[in-house]
């Protein structure tokens, strides 16, 4: 089965610039997250969607950061205006159900200069 | 509230050698661990998921153990190649969660030649 594509795979933007990722989950995974990941650190959650509905966005900077995930299939996050504490890598993945672990895709590497 | 650690942060072994890998939590109700592996750069891999009612797990050369009592998982890895060499990070599934892990910091593992 495909895994869950991300693009794009580098980015590099000035510091209160826009920038937006993409992410393709599994087919059939009603489950997305994104996650922020600073170098040296373990994953943190940004936004959880089952389906098209938002479950957890608790820890999700919502002055600068937005997400959705129209149709309930592939998702975009986008960061504006962009810190230079925004650098560091942007996770998605995806999940069928509570019985099963993640899928994750390969990261967007985010550079905020 | 869940904590999720892993020791040591980093470890350096030979190649050949058998080697494990601790992560300790502080609630015992989980329900499910998972062991991922992350390279450099790159997103994470699921490696095992082990359930709550599950002792271990075990895919090719690598073994993990849970004792929920304890609050601890083993990531066991039988005769270690220089391929080895990986972030390796346990993340946790509360019982009470909406799917959201809690991740510890990794074990940096490298294997020399």
């Known amino acids: 089965e495909a895994g869950v594509a991300q693009s794009p795979r580098y980015k590099i933007i000035e510091k209160r610039q826009s920038v937006a990722f993409w992410c393709n989950p599994i087919?059939?995974?009603?489950?997305l997250y994104w996650y922020q990941q600073i170098l040296g650190q373990g994953p943190k959650l940004l936004i959880q969607?089952?389906?098209?509905?938002?479950?957890?966005d608790s820890q999700l900077p919502k002055d600068r950061f937005s997400a959705e995930r129209l149709k309930g299939v592939d998702s975009t996050l986008k960061i504006q205006p962009a810190k230079l504490e925004d650098s560091a890598v942007y996770l998605c993945?995806?999940?069928?159900?509570?019985?099963?672990?993640?899928?994750f895709g390969s990261g967007t590497r985010l550079t905020v200069v | 509230k869940q904590e999720v650690t892993q020791i040591p942060a980093a470890l350096s072994v030979p190649e050949g050698e058998n080697l494990v890998l601790n992560c300790s939590f502080t609630?015992?109700?989980?329900?499910?661990l998972q062991w991922f592996r992350q390279d450099p750069g790159k997103g994470l891999t699921s490696l095992l998921l082990i359930q709550s009612s599950q002792r271990e797990q075990t895919s090719g050369r690598l073994n993990a153990s849970l004792d929920k009592s304890s609050g601890r998982s083993t990531l066991y890895i039988a005769a270690s190649q220089p391929g080895d060499s990986a972030t390796y990070l346990c993340a946790v599934r509360p019982g009470d969660s909406n799917y959201q892990l809690i991740w510890g910091a990794g074990t940096k593992l490298i294997i020399k030649p």
């Open positions: 993945a995806s999940s069928p159900g509570t019985d099963y672990g993640y899928t």
């Open positions: 087919s059939g995974h009603a489950t």
């Open positions: 609630d015992s109700a989980i329900y499910n």
């Open positions: 969607f089952q389906n098209n509905g938002v479950v957890d």
